[in-house]
């Protein structure tokens, strides 16, 4: 790609955030938002296009960014790059540094556990920081998966809804990527030249999450508008062409 066409296309993902902003009623004026970082580049577009965003409109909100770092878990991020990128966009950077207590619930995945344990630590800072949104940098893929997997594994339709509020609507989980796919981050994290994490977490393959995407990966490949559709699919339920719910 040109230069002119790199910038076409970040200017498009950056809209795309916008739409799913404007569509969901996401971010309003002098909402301060916590954005959960992982190092990933998931996070790293997710930040860098709500700072665009700020910068551009004439609605001012405000960004922190929480980087939370389980020290007993082989996962590796830069830490210096994190905080360099949130200086470089006006955006305060907290380094939490904890240990996830594997020992006492020995039923759950791993992945359950650091997921949860990791949503508790933002949501703390996020009351400690007086802010009403918490900033997640999931994907359309990852509302489709969660969404399968909720099917075949818990018998139930749900998934990553764009807005969740919790704690009697003091907060509210929003998820600003939500209608971008996977590989419209990597591109634009690709352009931008972000770096991926110095060492994956070691646990990744092994949930039934990875399964899942590969089920859906090799859907789509064979037709590019099935992840559009399944995700359309979920705010189009015909519920007269489904059995009623069981008592």
Not at 20 to 31: F, H, K, M
Not at 74 to 96: G, P, S, T, W
Not at 129 to 139: D, E, F, N, T
């Amino acid at each position: 790609m040109t230069e002119k066409e790199d910038r076409y296309y970040i200017d498009k993902i950056e809209k795309t955030v916008g739409r799913a902003i404007n569509r969901y009623s996401l971010i309003a004026g002098d909402d301060r938002v916590v954005v959960g970082l992982s190092g990933g580049k998931d996070s790293l577009v997710l930040l860098e296009t709500l700072a665009a965003r700020r910068r551009r409109l004439p609605v001012t909100y405000s960004l922190f960014a929480v980087y939370v770092d389980f020290t007993n878990i082989d996962y590796i991020a830069d830490q210096d790059y994190m905080r360099k990128f949130c200086e470089d966009l006006d955006v305060r950077f907290q380094h939490v540094e904890t240990e996830l207590d594997l020992s006492r619930e020995s039923g759950k995945s791993i992945c359950f556990l650091c997921s949860w344990h990791r949503r508790k630590i933002l949501f703390n800072f996020a009351e400690e920081m007086q802010c009403g949104k918490l900033a997640l940098g999931h994907h359309m893929d990852d509302a489709l998966e969660t969404l399968v997997m909720n099917m075949m594994y818990n018998g139930t339709m749900s998934s990553l809804p764009p807005s969740l509020s919790m704690f009697e609507g003091r907060l509210d989980v929003i998820r600003p990527m939500i209608l971008l796919e996977k590989t419209e981050i990597d591109r634009y994290a690709e352009i931008r030249g972000f770096p991926s994490e110095i060492k994956k977490c070691p646990y990744v393959d092994e949930n039934s999450r990875a399964g899942v995407k590969r089920i859906i990966e090799q859907m789509s490949s064979e037709d590019r508008r099935i992840k559009k559709n399944l995700f359309k699919s979920m705010s189009n339920i015909h519920n007269e062409y489904l059995p009623p719910e069981e008592k």
